[in-house]
Structures are given as C-alpha cells and as structure tokens.
C-alpha cells in the first residue's frame, strides 16, 4: 500500500544544532507540504512544494528550509534549532489536483530543543 | 487574523448522546472546507470535502454540512471508538494551501 512516512519519530536536540526531518511519500504525489502542531495554534503551515525543484514558504517559515530533488521525499531542515521549535512536526502530500483537498498526513515527529 | 475557529475546544458526550461540533471561517472565495479526525499520536486522516453551501456529507455516524459561513460536524448515537480531535480545515483562494482550526476534542463515555 502506498504511504508517507516520517523519521524519526522523537529526537531530541540542543540549542543551535542542525536538524534534519526526513518525509517520504510512495503515492507519487505532486504535492507536498511540512505543518507543525502546537497546542492552541493547529497545524501551521511551514513550507510546501508543488514538484521537484519547487519549494514555497508558508505562514511560519522562520528558521526552516526544504528541498526537492524528487518527486518521494521533502526532508525539512531546522538550520540552528530554536527552543521555540520545540514541536509535533506532520508532513503531508496531495494530487496535483488542487480541489481535492484529500491531504494524507504521516504520523508525525515529536522534537524537542533543550 | 483567524480564518478558521472551530468550538467548543473540549467535549464529553455519554454514548448515544448526539450533538454537533462547529467550525465557522473566514477566507473569501471558499474552495473548499475539509474535516479530518485526529487520534492521539498519529497525523490527522481526512473524513470529508464539502465545496458549496448547502452540501452534506455522511459516513457512519457522522454528517457533515455547509453554509456560508461555517460548517457543522453532526455525530448521531456516537460510540466510544467516535472519540479523537476533529480538526476542521479551509483551502486559500489560490494554491494548495490549507488552514486549520485548533480542533474539538471529542470524548464519548461509555
């Protein structure tokens, strides 16, 4: 069956370091969009990507990068991690149809910055 | 500027009681509004789209309408299994971008 997975699931990093989320889709969707969840705020929209080479930023981009390379995977780079991004970290994908609004959702990343 | 607000935040129904939960927004040149269900540690799975006012969605127990203004999640004779954080979600005018609400907490006591 086809899906999206995340990894890892929990890390736990210090204050500067870099960090890497990996996502990565087999439903060969166009799509593809990095939320993270915090309580009283719902998923925020971080970055998205609507093909390879495409990256877009999104309401609370500060801090984040993405790239494409392909059209699988969406790895969401912290540059110099921030206790403020302490966080639930989802990434999604969808058709390149864009009313469908169907977005499938992994199962998410806890981080955590001390 | 809030675009989406769903109430109330928290909500315990003994099973069988039914009762609907809110979501009302405010993005202009709506294209879509979307319902999804959340369990604890997992990412959100989606339940419904509903693009025109006046629309209704049904799956099991739930049914989900439109109006101009906002949606309503209605969930008859809920079972415990019913019990998760709905999330409610509005797509831009332009794009693939999406905004959600904070989310109702449901829980059905058996």
């Known amino acids: 069956d086809a899906e999206i997975t995340q990894s890892p699931r929990h890390k736990i990093t210090e204050t500067g370091r870099q960090v890497t989320l990996a996502c990565h889709q087999t439903?060969?969707?166009?799509?593809m969009f990095w939320y993270r969840q915090d309580l009283g705020h719902g998923l925020r929209l971080i970055h998205y990507?609507?093909?390879?080479?495409?990256?877009n930023k999104g309401e609370v981009s500060d801090g984040y990068s993405v790239s494409r390379s392909n059209t699988e995977d969406l790895p969401l780079t912290l540059e110099s991690a921030a206790s403020s991004q302490t966080s639930v970290y989802f990434c999604a994908s969808s058709r390149g149809s864009a009313n469908t609004g169907e977005l499938f959702f992994g199962e998410g990343s806890r981080l955590t910055v001390l | 500027e809030d675009q989406v607000t769903q109430s109330p935040e928290a909500l315990r129904l003994q099973e069988g009681e039914s009762s609907s939960l809110n979501c009302s927004y405010t993005?202009?040149?709506?294209?879509?509004l979307f319902w999804y269900r959340q369990d604890p540690g997992k990412g959100p799975e989606f339940l419904f789209t509903l693009y025109s006012a006046g629309e209704e969605k049904e799956k099991e127990r739930l049914k989900a309408t439109l109006t101009k203004k906002e949606s309503f999640l209605h969930i008859t004779a809920p079972k415990p299994e019913d019990s998760a954080t709905y999330l409610c979600?509005?797509?831009?005018?332009?794009?693939?971008?999406?905004?959600f609400g904070t989310g109702t907490s449901l829980t059905v006591i058996p």
């Open positions: 993005v202009s040149g709506l294209r879509g």
């Open positions: 990507s609507y093909g390879v080479q495409d990256t």
């Open positions: 439903w060969n969707h166009n799509n």
């Open positions: 979600a509005v797509q831009a005018p332009a794009g693939n971008q999406f905004y």
